[in-house]
Every structure is written in C-alpha cells, then in structure tokens.
C-alpha cells in the first residue's frame, strides 16, 4: 500500500493515476487548501474516488492522518504535500514552516510508529538558492537559501536522514525542477501564460527574460516517483529534472508558436527570491532510479496546449 500525501494536487493525482494503472494499492490524504481553487483539485481527484481512498485532512492533524494510514497500513508514504511557491513564502513564512517543516516532521514520526518501510519526499530546486554552480548536483552545497520555501524544503531533507540515521526508516528525497503538464498549478509560468495569451491580456515578464528553468514534463516525474516507490536504500537524495534550461523570453517564444497567439509583454523588476537559473544534473538519477525523461519543452507544449484546447 503506498500513501500519497497531497494526492489531488497536480502531481499527486497524476501520480495515484500512474499507480492504479500499474495495479497497486494505494489510499490519498490532502487538505483541499485555498492555494488556489480547490475545485481544481477536487476534478483532478474524481477519476480515482471509486479506487483510492481518500482522508480530507491537513497533514499536521496527527492524530486523524495517522488513524487513516493504520487503517490502511503503507509500507510506503510518498509526500507530495506542502505550501508551494517561492514568492508567496516571502508573504507567509510561519506557515509555510509550520505546513512544510512540522507537517513533514509529524508524517516522519507517523512512519516510525506505524513501521513505515519507505519514505519518499518531494524536496525541491529550490534548496540550492542562488547557486552559480551548474548544473546543480546532489553534492553541492546548499547553505545559502533565496526563500524560505526553499529554507523548509531543505530542512525536510534533514529530518528525513535524521529519522533514517536514528530509526532505520528509508528515505529517499527527490529535489523537482519546474514541473509542469496538463492539470498544473495555475499560478506557474506555463499555465498563467498561457491563460493570459488566450484571453489576449498582458504577460508579466520578471526582469529582462534570461533568467532559467529546467522545465520538466509531469509524465517525465512521475516515471522518477514511481521508480522511488521501489528503491530500498536508507538515504538519499536525487535530482528530477529534465537536464536542459529554457530562458524566459524563449518560454514565450515556444508558447506563441504553440498556441499561435503573439503575447503581450509586461515588464516588471525582478522579484525578492527570483533566483538566475535551475539545471538539474540528472546523472545520479539514472543511475539510482533509471529515470530517462524524454519529453524535450517543445513536446510538453505542444500535449499541454492540446489539452488546454480539449477542456
């Protein structure tokens, strides 16, 4: 039985769906917040409500999240759950402490009572700050945080080896550059363009459009997770990415081919947080997990506008 924390949210749901095809069990917890509207993730949800039980709860109720998991006791707890986004930290850091840190604590402290074998928990990009080093390794520092996201992801990271050091408990965290696809968060940059363009309003543009991600394809992700779900070492850590930065301004670009509409640009400074550029070296993660992403941004466009067009 695998427990997905956070399981109607974006990559959760397409996760679960991942896992019922592959014919596992599996049950869902997620608090159905107002991060953004939460009928948005209720319709994600509802394909799976006859096959994946669900607990409506947030993560730090201890006490209902861990009567729901001995009820259905997983051998294995993927948290996708947090408070997400790195702008909005900077406005609200208690919660996001509070949900990210202490929520992912209780859930550590849940799997050790209950002999949870596998914890895997989706850390961030955002751990390595303004990194000038890249592509970003495993193995590079990270002691200088641009968010306090980023602050809570890390410290996720540490709870996790402590709890594998002190009891035994395998835990695996996956550090995710820029996920996007059909069904995405509508205030990441693909999809808040993309609205923006088809409704022929302005798109923000941060700075001057050379900042970089590494966009990578919800399908390309959920392959690393789903491979995470049967990795048994005791700890470590493992980057999920596509391995290829896209400037900003040529995110545009490929989304006015894409969708065949000219965007209106915006200019705004950059914003506190705003970090120059993610690239994810992926070469720890094919050999840990045998990730082979193999949806290159043009391709992921093109699925994430076809979708868009048949809602």
């Known amino acids: 039985m695998i427990l997905v924390t956070g399981g109607a949210g974006f990559i959760g749901s397409h996760l679960l769906r991942r896992l019922v095809a592959d014919g596992l069990p599996c049950c869902a917890v997620d608090d159905f917040n107002d991060y953004y509207d939460p009928a948005v993730k209720r319709a994600n949800f509802e394909p799976l409500r006859a096959r994946v039980p669900l607990l409506e709860a947030d993560i730090r109720d201890?006490?209902?999240?861990?009567?729901?998991?001995?009820?259905?006791?997983?051998?294995?707890?993927?948290?996708?759950?947090a408070r997400a986004g790195v702008r909005p930290s900077l406005e609200n850091p208690l919660l996001y402490e509070s949900v990210n840190g202490?929520?992912?604590?209780?859930?550590?402290?849940?799997?050790?009572?209950?002999?949870?074998?596998?914890?895997?928990f989706a850390s961030s990009s955002s751990v390595y700050g303004?990194?000038?080093?890249?592509?970003?390794?495993e193995e590079d520092p990270v002691m200088e945080q641009a968010s306090p996201y980023g602050v809570t992801k890390r410290a996720g990271e540490l709870y996790g080896s402590n709890y594998a050091s002190l009891y035994g408990?395998?835990?695996?965290?996956?550090?995710f550059f820029t996920v996007y696809g059909p069904g995405q968060?509508?205030?990441?940059?693909?999809?808040?363009?993309?609205k923006l363009m088809l409704e022929g309003l302005p798109v923000p543009l941060f700075g001057d459009g050379t900042t970089r991600r590494d966009y990578t394809y919800i399908e390309d992700i959920v392959q690393g997770v789903r491979a995470a779900c049967d990795w048994n070492g005791r700890f470590d850590i493992v980057n999920l990415?596509?391995?290829r930065t896209v400037e900003l301004r040529e995110l545009?670009?490929?989304?006015?081919?894409?969708?065949?509409?000219?965007?209106?640009?915006?200019?705004?400074?950059?914003?506190?947080?705003?970090?120059?550029?993610?690239?994810?070296?992926?070469?720890?993660?094919?050999?840990?997990?045998?990730?082979?992403?193999?949806?290159?941004?043009e391709e992921g466009l093109k699925r994430y506008a076809e979708w868009l067009r048949a809602r």
């Open 62 to 81: 201890v006490a209902r999240v861990e009567g729901f998991a001995t009820r259905h006791r997983p051998d294995t707890i993927v948290h996708l759950a």
């Open 102 to 120: 202490g929520g992912t604590l209780a859930l550590l402290e849940i799997a050790r009572r209950l002999g949870v074998k596998r914890f895997v």
């Open 130 to 137: 303004a990194s000038k080093r890249i592509p970003f390794t």
């Open 169 to 175: 408990l395998s835990c695996l965290c996956l550090r």
């Open 185 to 194: 968060r509508p205030d990441m940059a693909i999809a808040k363009f993309a």
């Open 241 to 243: 990415g596509e391995s």
């Open 252 to 297: 545009v670009a490929l989304l006015e081919k894409t969708l065949g509409v000219k965007a209106a640009i915006e200019r705004k400074p950059l914003q506190p947080g705003d970090v120059p550029a993610t690239w994810a070296d992926i070469s720890k993660a094919r050999r840990v997990l045998g990730y082979a992403p193999a949806t290159p941004i």
